[in-house]
């Protein structure tokens, strides 16, 4: 069983204010391409933003729609709010946007984290994506502490 979080948050300030997961793409809205993907191997969707009225009417009324505990704080601050609601304890946590998400790369990543591991992102060519990654309810524990500190970054370890 797994959850797909889309966060959904942010200023949007790149794009004036326009809801990235909005725009369209292939024909309809972003954040609903990456529900269908998420829909192949997720049975419970939940989209974290900060402004949830815009999303009701583009996407159906399975998909969870919440909000942060720790406002402002970023893409963590949504991680988290999601990891600790979720239904599951896997969780796929992508952008919204991400026009190219993998129901094939999350499967690959999600079997490496059933090894016995709390997260579990890609690296590609050097880079770690941790917006495409599997991880476990447990690692709200270790993010809501960060969170308090005011650290806002991932950071390898």
Known sequence: MLSGVILAGGENRRMRG???ALLPFGGKPLIARQIDIMREICDEIIVVTNEPKPYLSVVDRSVRIITDFYVGQGPLGGMHAALSLAK???IWVVGCD???ISSKAAQLLLQRKLDGFEAVVPLVAGQMYPLHGIYDQACASHIGPLLQLG?????PY
Do not use: D, V
């Open 151 to 155: 650290e806002l970054e991932f950071q």
């Open 88 to 90: 599951h304890a896997s």
């Open 18 to 20: 326009e809801l990235k």
């Open 98 to 100: 991400m026009p190219f």
